[in-house]
């Protein structure tokens, strides 16, 4: 096993929320409060208290 970080980390913030079969690609932070749809493919980081969903996730949903 490699000593060191080949595909990045992962950081999900207090409080934040994600649907069954999201898939949350490395290096992805998914901010505070936020969420991400069931089903969704995340590429970015979230910001904090957003809604995000779909296919390659870079879109922040209206409620």
Known sequence: ????????????????????????????????GSLIAAGSIVTRSVPDGEVWGGGTSSQNLQC
Do not use: L, N, R
């Open 1 to 32: 096993m490699p000593q060191f970080d080949v595909f990045g980390k992962i950081h999900v913030k207090d409080w934040a929320y994600i649907g069954s079969t999201s898939h949350i690609m490395p290096g992805v932070t998914v901010g505070e």
